[in-house]
């Protein structure tokens, strides 16, 4: 497969710059036998009393920081976390920074904010030695950073104060994300309410999505692209709620992407779950054979992106290219603050 069949044109303007207020008014596209135009209000009514929705309750933290190494200006996006003070990220501009480079972030009440360029990779990757740990970097990058929004939304180096709240789900929990799990964007309190009433479960998972997954395809064929590892987790008790689901012949509904990956990165073949923590850098192509998940929902993606190649594996890439072609014609709103699809797979898979 080549990237160019996962190619399609979307006007810029379609891409959504702040979220819907109310988040349940923002549009939801049901893929099913047909295609119908509905809302987020209205997924009570298109799940199944029994379906399980699984969620992912990562947190996304200020990840995006602006630093000097001498006078010279650096932007920093944090990616991925080695353990309590240091982190992957990607730098610009990278090239002139060599390992043992400091970049020094500004100070607050705890004295100097810093960190030290201990290795460099590819396409732009560094290994950043921070000189706070745990809580206290946390600490350090809720006074220093912004959040880190993909580039397709324009913000300011100040970023826009509006996105702490905006770029968290209410699911939130567990803070290491430095990209928002986007589907679970459009929950409230109220909606959940009307989900429980309606005899809908739900459950959680965390994988802390990383700033890898806005990375473009670049490789002319798919299966050459290096796809980017995240952390996650299952616990003991969310896979026996989701084994004990399956057992009974419910639907496993997985609120985004991320929420699918993880699940099935640890299933078996015959789609049971065990307890889980470490790194996945699945990447689900068409041809896939799913074992846990039954039901997707998900926003809308860019061209040539891995998000993309995923749901046409997972709802069948004609079906998947009629629906993006009605949502442009219908003008609905893409990526991470955009509207939402329901994805239903082909009745033959």
Not at 113 to 123: D, L, Q, R, T
Not at 141 to 156: A, C, T
Not at 303 to 309: E, K, Q
Request: proline letters at 5%; hydrophobic letters at 40%; a negative charge.
């Amino acid at each position: 497969m080549r990237t160019d069949d996962f190619d399609f044109e979307l006007p810029r303007t379609l891409v959504a710059q702040h979220p819907v207020e109310p988040r349940e008014e923002a549009r939801l596209l049901h893929v099913a036998q047909d295609l119908t135009d509905r809302r987020i209000a209205d997924l009570p009514d298109l799940l199944r009393r029994g379906d399980l929705l699984v969620t992912n309750d990562t947190k996304v933290i200020p990840a995006r920081l602006t630093g000097k190494r001498g006078t010279a200006g650096v932007e920093v996006t944090l990616h991925q976390a080695l353990d309590g003070h240091t982190w992957k990220a990607f730098a610009r501009p990278a090239r002139k920074l060599s390992a043992g480079d400091r970049i020094d972030f500004g100070s607050d009440p705890s004295g100097d904010f810093s960190a030290e360029v201990s290795e460099k990779g590819e396409a732009g990757e560094v290994t950043l030695l921070f000189n706070r740990d745990g809580a206290d970097l946390l600490a350090a990058l809720e006074l220093h950073g912004v959040m880190p929004l993909p580039p397709y939304i324009q913000r300011d180096k100040t970023g826009d104060p509006r996105d702490r709240g905006d770029y968290q789900t209410v699911f939130a929990r567990h803070e290491g994300a430095v990209a928002a799990p986007t589907a679970g964007l459009h929950f409230t309190e109220s909606l959940l309410k009307r989900l429980d009433q309606r005899g809908i479960g739900r459950v959680n998972v965390t994988l802390h999505v990383g700033a890898g997954t806005f990375l473009p395809v670049k490789t002319e064929e798919v299966a050459a692209h290096r796809m980017h590892s995240e952390t996650g987790e299952i616990t003991a008790a969310a896979a026996a709620a989701i084994n004990q689901a399956r057992a009974d012949g419910r639907r496993i509904v997985a609120v985004g992407t991320t929420a699918l990956r993880l699940l099935e990165s640890v299933a078996e073949e015959d789609g049971k779950l065990r307890a889980f923590t470490g790194d996945t850098n699945l990447f689900i192509l068409p041809g896939y054979r799913f074992k846990a998940v039954d039901v997707l929902m998900t926003n809308f993606h860019l061209p040539r992106s891995t998000l993309f190649m995923l749901v046409c594996a997972f709802a069948g890439k004609a079906r998947m290219e009629a629906a993006y072609a009605h949502a442009i014609a219908e003008g609905y709103r893409f990526y991470s603050y955009g509207d939402a699809c329901l994805l239903e797979p082909e009745a033959s898979r």
